[in-house]
């Protein structure tokens, strides 16, 4: 278990490097003055020039890539120099040698210059809430509609089924999100009472914040469709293929119901893809949250992110990749531990 650990682990480390090197690069290559943008086109060449220095952006790219890979990784090996103001952490002197274990360090915004990390941690709840609303869609309406699918299989009910987690699945998340807001939103928004565009922290008349949980409800299905689609599907094919085998013929031979016989002998056997087709599409989902916020201006990660890249403030926009980099890799071994503690069969190798 703890050479698995440690190998995926390392693999991650590696993966996150080559995020950092390869978008980095592009950003840092990209022919767009940041300092432009904060400062506006009519500010003058001098003080343009300063803050170029001030932010490192005057040097050879190359550099620029090697401090942002020095300033996030947790570990410091070099000269004195090497210690930023900014860095969280301990460091030993040995010599003119300087090692040191520090908190990643991932700079401050270009835009509102408030520390990246701040910024991130205070979108990513939004996030998470989100996530977590459209996965308990997919859980629940996926896991049903497969069951209603595989239990009247060939008749009007399983081609609605099939023919509408199709189209689902077909549509970007932001199609939909588009759709959804305009419909319900905007036109029928006197019926619906749910706001086109909003966050789940909103100010109110006081200037104080206050939790609107109804502006959570049209992101999440607009992000809950493909997954839904997806775990219907496969519920229904993991269904039939277990009705047929040889255990569950026998407890329908012994008089047991329909419904004792999914519950008991059909549903846990059918669940070991869906989990897995879950676990993943959680880390997808918080990917695909980028547009679906941007679009209902929902201010968690995905906001912020695309915010960044319209602003070109480079800083938000790799720590916020970073992040989300982490994120896949931490939840796709969890997602390995929990596979192979449902199914004994399967071993952690390294």
């Not at 897995?276 to 201010?299: P, Q, R």
Request: proline share 4%; with cysteine.
């Amino acid at each position: 278990m703890w050479s698995y650990l440690i190998s995926r682990l390392s693999y991650g480390l590696l993966v996150l490097l080559l995020v950092t090197v390869i978008v980095s690069s592009i950003v840092y290559l990209s022919p767009v003055d940041p300092t432009r943008l904060t400062f506006g086109q009519r500010m003058d060449d001098a003080t343009v020039a300063l803050k170029r220095q001030q932010l490192g952006l005057d040097q050879p790219y190359h550099h620029q890539v090697l401090n942002y890979i020095i300033d996030v990784s947790p570990i410091v090996i070099g000269s004195h120099k090497v210690w930023k103001e900014g860095y969280s952490g301990r460091y030993l002197s040995i010599g003119s040698i300087l090692i040191g274990i520090k908190k990643p360090f991932l700079r401050e915004s270009y835009q509102s210059g408030r520390s990246v990390s701040a910024i991130i941690m205070g979108a990513f709840p939004n996030t998470l809430y989100l996530t977590l609303l459209a996965i308990s869609l997919a859980i629940f309406l996926g896991i049903s509609l497969g069951i209603f699918a595989a239990l009247y299989k060939g008749t009007w009910i399983d081609h609605t089924i099939i023919f509408t987690c199709t189209l689902g699945y077909s549509v970007p998340s932001y199609v939909t999100a588009i759709v959804l807001g305009v419909v319900f939103g905007y036109y029928l928004r006197d019926l619906t009472g749910l706001n086109i565009q909003g966050s789940l922290f909103e100010l109110n008349d006081m200037g104080d914040d206050i939790v609107v949980l109804k502006n959570l409800l049209l992101p999440a299905i607009a992000l809950g469709i493909r997954p839904v689609s997806i775990v219907a599907q496969l519920m229904r094919s993991s269904m039939l293929q277990v009705i047929d085998e040889k255990h569950v013929l026998m407890a329908k031979a012994k008089g047991l119901t329909p419904l004792q016989v999914v519950r008991s002998h059909v549903l846990r056997n059918a669940l070991n893809p869906v989990v897995t087709a879950l676990s993943g599409w959680f880390a997808s989902l918080l990917a695909g949250a980028f547009f679906v916020e941007f679009i209902f201006n929902f201010k968690g990660l995905g906001f912020v992110t695309v915010n960044a890249l319209l602003n070109y403030d480079i800083p938000v926009v790799l720590g916020a990749l970073l992040f989300t980099s982490s994120l896949f890799i931490l939840i796709n071994i969890a997602v390995d531990i929990m596979y192979a503690a449902i199914d004994p069969r399967i071993k952690l190798k390294a």
